[in-house]
């Protein structure tokens, strides 16, 4: 007999190695466990270095004892062939899981046990962690702006009927499903519009005018977040189709555009769009701020939603153009029907990127003086009587956009699985 | 004799400089089918795919059904309408139900209400005896159902003439049979027909006549029999000892 054998692993002595093996690897991860929640050190009796890396060494010799093929033990086998298929893997999970035990406590006592909500005052906030306090005052401010707090219910009107509207492809019966498409690219964006601008901005039927300067917090996101992605992707598209029109009028005007916008920085484009575009404008044509800046975002991020569909439209066979072709489609037909329903399809995990990229390139409209979430809080945490909650401030949209963020990437998982049909 | 449906004078195309078709006269009378043969690159594919203006020719004429097609042809539509095409790789439209696939261009560039046009879609699935798949997708299809497919949507057309090119190249051996039996009906039905392909035993079961190209060029045309039995040029005989 080998006199090692106590330390191979294999399937004839695996009861021994499995309760070793299990054994230290407890021990190691609860050392960690302690040292982190509970401030306790097992093995303080070492010397610190020696004490440091302990568990690292103690964990690593575990792992390596349960690494036995085909244990016929399955919940092992799972294990091992997940996430302790080598001696790197299996370090990099000990490591990992120690980061997460290090990480919780500390981030844990910051933003619950050690946090206050309570009181309306900056002095209501003693504890050391996080001061939630602030955000519940200025939540409002967060969410609507310097928009007067008695108007609120008009933004939360106008987006709940948008909302609305937008529902009613759900709801369009088989002889409607026709115009859907001339529904969404044309007359709900104007409906939305006359919405927002009726409702929100005011000035008619009795309500007071309000202008955009005072529009902000989560809303105004909202806002251009909205309109620049209903008008980037029409445009997107004609681009598209565009730069591989056989005109080469048409060809060379697409292909000029989409590298003259992709080559300007967006906060350069917002900035024109503010301060030099009026200049070149009559007098007396006024257009608001607001639209000026949804119109730059509009026509910045088409440029780039146009090289996302031209991408779809180069990946169909060439085949499915001379199908068409010989059906007697002309060329409308026949990217109506043929060519785009695949072309998008194929293209919608890049257009949400895009169009995630644009939701969040929205603070950048805080350059031309308008405050959207994140500018609202560069507002806030300037405020003499607020002072030093920058940390809390950032957290909270960072969740707020997460969230928005996310939601758009599962619709857009949705619709793949939707619009899957084998090819 | 009818009047011929196509006609091809002199006509030349150059991809690049490299000269595809050379000299190329063709007429082809109403209700008869043509089979094209030759080696791969020999230019038969692109001479049919230039009959209904997938492919520009650059000299000659070719008129299809009284119309000469060429640069300022504008109801280059119309003309493509009435010439059906079925291709080697099937190309049917993935996102589409295959009876979806049928209607389509019969709703919307014949302008035939939707109803009329599922009562025509069916009608000719079931000529190619696929009507019961009618609700499944391109995908779930086999490559011989699919090529039927591909055949009962040119069809829906109700076009004047059929281009086949090469449609059971792509197929495995057991689905050939099922594709050229739904070409041999489609024959006997009297369709306009020109055919490429590799299946010698489907041009001596209907072809009137069989065109050998090589080289860009017509080398021989002739009777079905006679181009069988005895065979003129060198190449033709060449080419028809390796491929029976």
């Known amino acids: ?423 | 004799m009818s009047e011929a449906i196509i006609k091809i004078q002199n006509m030349n195309k150059w991809f690049g400089d490299f000269q595809v078709l050379k000299d190329i006269n063709l007429e082809v009378e109403k209700n008869k089918k043509i089979v094209v043969c030759g080696p791969s690159g020999s230019g038969k594919s692109t001479l049919i795919r230039c009959i209904n203006r997938l492919e520009e020719h650059q000299k000659g004429s070719i008129v299809v059904d009284g119309t000469e097609l060429s640069e300022n042809t504008k109801n280059i539509e119309q003309i493509r309408a009435e010439v059906g095409m079925v291709f080697q790789q099937f190309n049917l439209f993935p996102h589409l139900s295959i009876l979806d696939n049928c209607t389509l261009a019969p709703i919307w560039v014949r302008k035939m209400p939707k109803k009329q046009a599922q009562e025509l879609a069916m009608q000719e699935l079931e000529k190619v005896q696929i009507s019961d798949q009618a609700q499944k997708f391109p995908g779930q299809l086999s490559g011989g159902q699919q090529q039927r497919c591909a055949i009962a949507r040119a069809l829906c057309m109700e076009p004047k003439i059929m281009l086949f090119d090469e449609p059971t190249s792509a197929l495995d051996p057991e689905m050939i049979k099922e594709v050229l039996d739904a070409m041999v009906n489609l024959a006997k039905g009297g369709m306009t027909m020109i055919v490429v392909t590799h299946e010698m035993g489907f041009a001596k079961e209907v072809a009137d006549e069989v065109i050998f190209m090589d080289e860009g060029m017509i080398v021989e045309k002739a009777e079905t029999k006679e181009f069988f039995a005895n065979p003129k040029s060198d190449r033709t005989k060449l080419f028809l000892s390796q491929i029976l």
Not at chain 1, 82 to 90: G, K, L, V, Y
Not at chain 1, 331 to 344: E, G, R, S, T
């Open chain 1, 1 to 423: 007999m080998n006199k090692f054998t106590f330390l191979r692993s294999d399937r004839s002595n695996i009861q021994l190695v499995l309760i070793t093996g299990t054994f230290l690897i407890t021990i190691s991860i609860l050392d960690v466990f302690l040292n982190s929640f509970f401030r306790l050190n097992l093995i303080s009796f070492l010397p610190s270095k020696v004490s440091f890396l302990t568990p690292f060494i103690i964990g690593m010799i575990g792992l390596n004892l349960i690494r036995i093929e085909y244990s016929g033990n399955k919940f092992l086998d799972i294990l091992n062939k997940n996430i302790n298929t080598s001696n790197f893997n299996a370090a990099l999970t000990l490591l990992i899981i120690f980061l997460i035990f290090k990480a919780i406590p500390p981030s844990l006592s910051w933003m619950i046990l050690d946090a206050n909500i309570s009181g309306d005052t900056k002095e209501a906030c003693t504890g050391t962690g996080a001061c939630w306090t602030y955000i519940k005052v200025w939540f409002r401010r967060f969410m609507y702006g310097m928009y007067p707090n008695e108007q609120h219910w008009r933004i939360n009107t106008a987006f709940l009927l948008v909302i609305g509207l937008g529902t009613f492809g759900l709801f369009a019966t088989e002889k409607m499903k026709k115009f859907l498409a001339l529904y969404y690219v044309v007359i709900y964006p104007i409906i939305a519009f006359l919405i927002i601008y009726y409702l929100i901005s005011g000035g008619y039927f009795g309500l007071e005018w309000i202008e955009t300067g005072a529009w902000g917090g989560l809303s105004l996101t909202f806002i251009v977040s909205f309109f620049c992605l209903i008008f980037c992707f029409p445009l997107g598209m004609i681009l598209a189709l565009g730069r591989r029109s056989n005109l080469p009028a048409v060809r060379y005007v697409s292909i000029g555009y989409i590298e003259f916008w992709r080559g300007v920085p967006l906060i350069t484009v917002l900035f024109m769009s503010s301060v030099m575009f009026p200049m070149f404008l009559p007098e007396d044509f006024f257009m608001d701020k607001l639209v000026r800046v949804i119109i730059a975002i509009t026509l910045f991020e088409g440029a780039y939603c146009a090289e996302v569909i031209r991408g779809g439209l180069q990946s169909l066979p060439r085949g499915q153009y001379d199908a068409a072709k010989s059906l007697g489609m002309g060329y409308w037909k026949m990217h109506i029907f043929v060519i785009l329903p695949q072309a998008l399809k194929l293209v919608i995990p890049g257009i949400c990127n895009t169009f995630l990229a644009l939701v969040k390139d929205t603070p950048l409209i805080f350059v031309v003086g308008l405050a959207e979430l994140a500018g609202m809080l560069a507002l806030a945490k300037t405020n003499p009587k607020w002072l030093g909650f920058a940390m809390e401030g950032y957290i909270f949209a960072a969740i707020i956009f997460w969230i928005i963020c996310y939601a758009m990437s599962k619709y857009s998982y949705n619709l793949e699985e939707k619009y899957k049909t084998d090819r």
